[in-house]
């Protein structure tokens, strides 16, 4: 006779259940400790709060062999977590009640609660939402042991499945992915320096998932950009997979039986969720977020699509700047990945500060920062696997130069002209201060550029006297500098239009120009051209993801972009795995509101190094060294 015992842990019902198949299996291993019998169901059960563990846990120690799920619960209660658990907080149906005697005396658990005091066991208590961060700060705050948010088992030895052309630091990534998914996580963060791999790494896992029955299914969302180049032919070559593109006309496939493996972008499948059902992927999918960034807006079409689409799957978010402007951008991508990782008002109370601006007629609370980043850092990182390119792996030199470029007379008249316009017209808003911050970056660049394009002062008096051979200095500056460099040579630049004047300036070069309004296999054509030739290629941000340029000795940032990541993002096309002489960066900064930024990037590393490295910025290998070289 075969016994098989099931015992399940319910705690949206705060119930433990053991199930026997058959009334003499039963008889063979005997009641559950204090549990009682339902006749209508003919289930054994026990509340939670009630449970008496140690009695419980030697039950199960001595009918392990017949208890098929015995790992999954012996490692839910060997810290007696329950007992700790049992008279003190109460879990049900997604919230948790915390005694009032706890709360009235601790900021972070006040800021857990919402709602008066509720009455319950003949106690006060306050109720917050049951979430992964809630019971860690409770952790943290009162040395409660909680209940493990996941029940999940041991991972079994994979080096048998791992390919030899992995690197340590990928093997190393490939065995941490499988243990999350088998210690019950819903989804981790693979947030590894650029160029370390991250692709790689998260498919191998898949293959690894797939040949132990875990998942079945493979389903990627990534930027247009790298479909074709990086994902398909890298999925492909390592792995043997053929990717399934799907698009707007397709993307009904989703989840369905006859796709097992696919790709679509972020746009389609905004556009697919805002017109369409949304389908919702199950547990025999794994999901892959590529550059998790392009829904680190938690109010976005493309948010509400993937938070809808990944269902039940496992998630592998993949980004290596997942914390670009404050902790909200970081908190999004958790929220998708963990999917119940913090509530939204524990995040705006405890690590979002604020100010009150005017915005027109409106009067709102706008994020202007970060706090307490080393708690977030502590609660997210079960979830978040981080390397950085120093640490793992041996890659030449990476130089950084910064040069200082003075505006001439006429970028500092326009700059007086636009803030004083800009003022008069529009009031001391912070609309205004946007559009005019703007402009006058634009004028930094070029002073032509306010005769391009469209802008609230286009037909002024102050604009019409810009002519077409008022080159601003900072191209001079350019061409000065590239003639000086060896090797091809990559400039980016934030205006589309800047790159056209870049282009017609530079006439010594063959000049390559990609923009957002480039398809995508003119991009694949001008780069296959651009490594051919080792001349000059001219690009908007528009390519600084997922592209490969490590053929390229120099980089110039012909601007600077507003946020650290998307600077970090734009270096990395060149310097990455593979390369095996050093490179060189080049930054072209203004001496007027574009110093400014660069101020604001030093913050914004702080707050990086810390929430997502865990860090103190003067210990971060990779940013110091930036500013270091910078300052």
């Known amino acids: 006779m075969v016994i098989n015992v099931k015992i399940s842990i319910h705690k949206d019902r705060n119930l433990i259940t053991v199930i026997y198949d058959s009334y003499a299996e039963f008889k063979n291993i005997g009641k559950p400790p204090h549990f009682r019998y339902e006749p209508a169901t003919k289930i054994w059960q026990q509340s939670i709060d009630n449970l008496d563990v140690d009695s419980f846990l030697e039950f199960c120690a001595n009918n392990k062999d017949f208890i098929h799920n015995y790992s999954e619960i012996v490692s839910w209660l060997s810290n007696q977590a329950a007992n700790d658990y049992a008279g003190i907080l109460i879990s049900q149906r997604g ?22 005091k509720v009455a319950r066991k003949g106690q006060n208590y306050y109720r917050a939402k049951d979430a992964y961060a809630t019971r860690e700060i409770i952790r943290m705050e009162t040395g409660i042991k909680m209940p493990s948010f996941f029940t999940g088992i041991e991972a079994p030895d994979v080096e048998q499945y791992i390919p030899d052309f992995l690197y340590p630091h990928q093997v190393d990534g490939v065995k941490w992915i499988v243990e999350k998914y088998y210690a019950g996580l819903p989804g981790i963060l693979l947030a590894d320096d650029m160029g370390l791999g991250k692709t790689i790494q998260s498919v191998c896992a898949f293959t690894i998932l ?10 990627i969302v990534a930027p247009k950009s790298t479909i074709t180049n990086t ?29 097992d493996y696919c790709i679509t972008n972020y746009e389609a499948l905004a556009y697919y969720g805002r017109e369409n059902a949304r389908a919702s992927l199950n547990s025999d999918w794994l999901l892959i977020l590529d550059e998790a960034t392009k829904f680190k807006n938690r109010d976005s079409q493309v948010y509400e699509s993937i938070a809808a689409l990944r269902g039940s799957a496992f998630v592998i978010s993949l980004s290596g700047t997942p914390f670009e402007n404050n902790a ?19 995040l705006s109370r405890r690590f979002i500060e604020y100010e009150t601006v005017t915005l027109g007629r409106k009067t709102i609370n706008r994020i202007v920062g970060s706090k307490n980043l080393r708690v977030f850092n502590q609660l997210a990182a079960n979830f978040v696997l981080r390397r950085v390119k120093d640490s793992v792996v041996c890659l030449p030199k990476r130089s950084i130069h910064v040069i200082q470029v003075d505006p001439n007379e006429l970028q500092l008249e326009l700059i007086e002209h636009v803030k004083n316009y800009m003022f008069d017209k529009f009031k001391d808003d912070d609309i205004t201060k946007m559009a005019s911050s703007t402009l006058i970056r634009r ?16 037909d002024e008096p102050f604009v019409k006297r810009i002519r077409l051979e008022d080159v601003g200095p900072k191209l001079k500056v350019l061409a000065d500098l590239l003639k000086t460099l060896k090797g091809s040579t990559v400039i980016f630049t934030q205006f589309e239009d800047m790159a056209t004047l870049i282009k017609e300036y530079l006439t010594d070069y063959d000049c390559k120009v990609i923009t957002g309004q480039v398809s995508q296999k003119g991009r694949n054509t001008i780069i296959e051209q651009f490594r051919t030739d080792n001349g000059v290629l001219i690009a908007t941000d528009a390519l600084a993801y997922g592209v490969n340029l490590q053929f390229a000795e120099n980089l110039i940032n012909f601007d600077l972009p507003w946020n650290p990541a998307r600077r970090a993002q734009r270096i990395d096309r060149i310097y990455r795995l593979g390369v095996t002489e050093e490179r060189h960066v080049w930054d072209l900064v203004c001496n007027n509101v574009e110093a400014i930024v660069y101020n604001k990037l030093i913050k914004k590393l702080r707050d990086f190094t810390i929430a997502v490295e865990g860090l103190e910025f003067e210990d971060s290998s990779v940013y110091k060294q930036i500013i270091d070289e910078l300052f």
């Open 95 to 116: 919230e948790l009640y915390i005694p009032a005697t706890l709360v009235e005396d601790n900021e972070w658990l006040q800021s857990l609660t919402y709602g008066d």
């Open 210 to 219: 797939q040949k132990l029955g875990r998942c079945k299914k493979l389903m």
């Open 231 to 259: 994902w398909q032919h890298e999925v492909s070559k390592f792995f043997g997979l053929n990717l399934q593109i799907l698009d707007t006309d397709n993307m009904w496939l989703i989840g369905s039986d006859s796709v």
């Open 328 to 346: 909200s951008e970081f908190w999004a991508i958790l929220q998708i990945t963990a999917k119940n990782f913090m509530p939204r008002y524990l």
């Open 443 to 458: 004028i930094e660049d070029d002073p032509r550029l306010l005769i391009m394009g469209d802008s609230d002062v286009k």
